[in-house]
T-cell receptor, first 116, second 112 residues
């Protein structure tokens, strides 16, 4: 079974440029998460989808970040314009959430962003 | 917002030693998960604990969930270099909230 697939693995851009990350979750998983992880730190939730609905985007900096999950499958995370402080690893995860159970999160390998 | 505190933040030990890392909060959780993350990879689930006082063993790893479901510990016996990685605890308050919040992690290095 294929795992969570993310692309690109690495991206280097100059500040003020746009960037987009793509995530293909595990087939059948109803919940998709985007996390931001700084070096040596734990992941911080940016946005959580249940099917195609964004149910928690309270930590997403909406002035420059946007996300979508069309048809409740693949998802994209966009930053425009990027700032130096956005340099981090962007992790996508998916899970099968059943009633009363968060379930196991399956993570992709992440997209490492460097903003120069 | 529940806050998960992990300690120690860094731990460097020799192969064969035992160690314990901790995950604490003032909040009560419906479930708590431990993940291990290796460099350049995403976190991978080790265990989920849901019952206060629960103890789970995974080979040389022993996980305990506090009686009040506010804290957890991970004990590794006879650590090996392959145990090196970032150990993360993540917790959910349950109900209709399936948000998993992570601590900052414990970075473990096991030297041969």
């Amino acid at each position: 079974e294929a795992g969570v697939v993310q692309s690109p693995r690495y991206k280097i851009i100059e500040k003020k440029q746009p960037v987009a990350f793509w995530c293909n979750p595990i087939s059948g998983h109803n919940t998709l998460y985007w996390y931001l992880q700084n070096l040596g730190q734990g992941p911080e939730l940016l946005i959580r989808y249940e099917n195609e609905e964004a149910v928690d985007d309270s930590q997403l900096p909406k002035d420059r970040f946007s996300a979508e999950r069309l048809k409740g499958v693949d998802s994209t995370l966009k930053i425009q314009p990027a700032e130096l402080g956005d340099s981090a690893v962007y992790l996508c995860a998916s899970s099968l959430v059943l009633s009363g159970n968060t379930g196991e999160l399956f993570f992709g390998e992440g997209s490492r962003l460097t903003v120069l | 917002t529940q806050l998960l505190e992990q300690s120690p933040q860094f731990l460097s030990i020799q192969e064969g030693e035992n160690l314990t890392v901790y995950c604490n909060s003032s909040s009560v959780f419906s479930s708590l998960q431990w993940y291990r993350q290796e460099p350049g990879e995403g976190p991978v689930l080790l265990v989920t604990v849901v019952t206060g006082g629960e103890v789970k063993k995974l080979k040389r790893l022993t996980f305990q969930f506090g009686d009040a479901r506010k804290d957890s510990s991970l004990h590794i016996t006879a650590a090996q270099p392959g145990d090196t990685g970032l150990y993360l605890c993540g917790a959910s308050s349950g109900g209709s909230n399936y948000k998993l919040t992570f601590g900052k992690g414990t970075l473990l290095t096991v030297n041969p």
